[in-house]
Structure formats: C-alpha cells, structure tokens
C-alpha cells in the first residue's frame, strides 16, 4: 500500500506535466470566483518607492486590470521559480511542483487578487536569482554580481525594502562563486548605475525630495515597545503559520543533508532568505507586506524539494492534509468573514 501511494503520488503530483495544467486551469477559476464574490480586497498600499506612484492611478482606475495583472504576475513568478530549477538542476529529479505550489499558495488569501509593487518587485529579485546561481564556482564572478545587484535596485525601484536583499546575495555570492573586491565594486557600480537613472528622472522633474523619501522609510521600524495589536484568533492565525514554515525546514534539512554541493547551498539559502524575511516583515511590521510575498516562493522551492523526494508515507500524506487545510483557509474568505486576516 505504501508503495502504491508512493508511486501513484510521484506519477500524478510529482512527475506529471499534465497537473501544471490541471492547477493552473484550476487557480484561474479559483481567483475569477474570488473576485467575482468579493471583489478586490480594500487596503492602503504602501506607495512609497520610485516608480508605482506613477503606476498605481491605471490600476485604481480598474478593479479588472488589477486583478488580471495580479494574476500574470503570480504566473511569471512561478514560470521564474520552475525555470530556475530546470536551467540549474536544483532539484534533481523530475518535478512540476515548482510550477504549480507558488500558485497555490498566493491564491488562498484576497491580498493577492489586487495588484501590488510587491509582485513588481519580486519578479526581479527572483530574476537576479538566475546569475546568482550562474556564479556557481565560476571566479570571474564580478559579471554575475554587477547583473545580480542592477536587477535588485530595479526591484528596489518597485518596492524599496526590496534592497535589503542585496547582503544576502552577496553572501550567496561567496558560497557559491567567489567574492572579492572586483565584484564587490562591481556590485555597488550595478546599484549606482540604476539609482543614477533613476536620480536624473527625479532632478528633470525637480524632484530631488522624493528621490530621497523612500530611502528615509529603512529607519521606521516598528517600535517594539508596544505589543502588536492582534487578537487571540490572529495570534493563533501568525503561530500556525510559523509552524508551517518550521516544519518544512526541519524536515527537509534531513534531505538537504544528502544533497549534492550546489543543491545543498542553494536550499540553504532559500531557508537563509525565509529566515530573513520573517525576522524583516517583523521589524517592519505596519510598514509593509512585501517580505510575506518573498517568504513565499522560497517555501515554495524548499517544499517542491521535500515533497519530490519523500518516499514516507506520512510526508505525502502531509500534502494533501496541508493542500486541504489551503482550500479550506480559501473557502474561510470566499463564502464567511471569519478569517483573522
């Protein structure tokens, strides 16, 4: 029986090509339906970057092209994850899941119907991505680091929180390449040379004040001598999620173990970036939701990696209890108010 589950699992939610299709037809119903019943989620969006300022007015303008935006976004994010894997091989074996679980997981909550600069900016950092990992063990690495910290500032431009991101790709640089001042220099000559366009944009539009207004916003952290304002249910709500999240790096650290060099490094710094990311949305809580859009295609990597290589039976019953427990989460907001966020 085990074996049965086993095989019929790695047939139809592993190595199927055929269910990429499936959950794709299947999460553009889901969102229409969505959007159809509720319509877009009413929230401010922290507007305080370069460039969706000047974006923003086409989006308010319709609640349509918002929600199909959002939706081609989502779907260039996981096309960018799963060709990630294919071009650098960082799961090994076959697999569509890194395809289709990013899609799952940003359409369980109407947050993700509206269009945002968060989803901007996550396309290009999950581009600057492609020659991080190019840099593997190849020592003219300043190439890879100039391209690596321009995409970076682009998505800074998008969402400004989105340059905190640059020490991590550096560190990811040294593990996987090698770093040494040429790249480094090559790294800041990439953020000067995006922020230099970007700087003149401003200076013909007298401007300069709102050049230097989003760079104020890293010192506005939250104050933590204040408790966060949550109720008991969204405490239990954050605690869950958390779990979630621990339990997907605990138990793929054991596979991570017996993996090859470079796959090692690069789920290592998915978890790395994960980490990162929940400890920022903390200090910027209140500021911005732009790290919960980070953590998730990275989980979405770390769990494409569990669920490919488990052969417990336990392990792959955990993914359809979690894919129920999504739907049902998704089924909280589509038919009751009853969700804590």
Known sequence: MNSRLTRNFKSYFVESRFI???????IIVLRFLMFLQNGLPDFEINSVNFSWPYLEPFFQQSPLVSFLSSTLCIFIISYLISELN????????RTSMPFYIPLILFNIHPVFLRMSPNF????????????????YQYHRSHRYAFQFSALLTIAATFQIYALLFLPLWLIGLSALGTINFRS?????????????????????GDNIAGFIDPFTRFAE????TQVPQFSVPQWGFTG??????FFYIVTDNKQITRERSFTKKVLIFCTSIIVASIFLQVLYLGQTLFWIYAVTPFLSVIMAHFYTNTTRRWEISSFFVILGLLIAY????????????
């Open 221 to 224: 952290i939250y104050n933590f």
């Open 330 to 341: 998704y089924c909280l907001h589509l038919f009751t108010d009853l969700s804590p966020f």
């Open 120 to 135: 901007l900016g996550l396309i290009f950092v999950l581009w600057s991505l492609f020659p991080l990992l190019a840099s």
């Open 184 to 204: 480094f220099v090559a790294s800041v000559f990439g953020i000067i040379l995006v922020f230099w366009i970007v700087f003149a944009l401003y200076v013909f």
């Open 86 to 93: 294919i071009r650098y091989g960082v799961i090994r074996m």
């Open 240 to 245: 869950t999620i958390l779990l979630f999240i």
């Open 20 to 26: 990429s299709l499936v959950v794709s037809i299947v």
